[in-house]
């Protein structure tokens, strides 16, 4: 069911009913669901996941010395991804094909990326934190997990950059469901 909406496991489900996927392996498979969110929902990645498909690309192509400019990273950030991170790459490895000088511009990225929306968003430094619209819990949790990572993982010391006490820091990170690992 190629371009299904439905979750996998739903999909799965269907499949053992129909009798077409064994139901002893869906029950093996089904004990650890893990859910990816879209890239959409991670813009944050977006930048690290284009550096990285900007090297392979470069390889590939035999070229060196290009980099990413700031407001092509801005408009990468901006657009919603439907594609997901195989869109990214694509984007990625269209641009190292068409740009001109050593940095990438926005005008070297595929035509979708050159809508007037896309523009103005990628110019609002913002637009990386709220081109989404997210609720301001989400903004909390955007931020929570941004500190932890700043900190290294240290909760003392990210108490202390929020300034906050560490017992409120641990509610918050139990509060939006933060894994210990993250």
């Given at each position: 069911m190629p371009g299904s909406s439905r979750p996998p496991i739903a999909i799965l489900k269907h499949e053992v009913k129909a009798g077409?996927?064994?139901?002893?392996?869906?029950?093996?498979?089904?004990?650890?669901?893990l859910r990816v969110p879209p890239l959409s929902e991670r813009r944050t990645d977006i930048p690290l996941l284009a550096e990285r498909f900007l090297r392979e690309a470069l390889e590939r192509n035999g070229r060196s010395h290009l980099s990413l400019g700031e407001e092509t990273v801005r408009t990468l950030?901006?657009?919603?991804?439907?594609?997901?991170?195989r869109e990214?790459?694509?984007?990625?490895?269209?641009?190292v094909l068409h740009a001109r000088g050593h940095e990438v511009e926005p005008e070297d990225l595929p035509e979708k990326f050159q809508t007037p929306r896309i523009k103005a968003t990628a110019r609002s430094p913002l637009s990386a934190l709220f081109g989404d619209l997210p609720s301001l819990?989400?903004?909390?949790?955007r931020y929570l997990l941004h500190v932890l990572e700043a900190a290294g993982g240290n909760r003392t010391r990210a108490a202390?950059?929020?300034?906050?006490?560490?017992?409120?820091?641990?509610?918050?990170?139990?509060?939006y469901g933060i894994d210990a690992a993250e």
């Open positions: 077409s996927f064994r139901e002893d392996l869906f029950y093996r498979l089904s004990v650890v669901t950030v901006a657009y919603d991804w439907p594609g997901n991170v990214l790459e694509s984007a990625i490895e269209y641009a819990d989400e903004l909390e949790r202390e950059i929020m300034g906050i006490d560490r017992r409120t820091l641990y509610r918050m990170i139990e509060r």
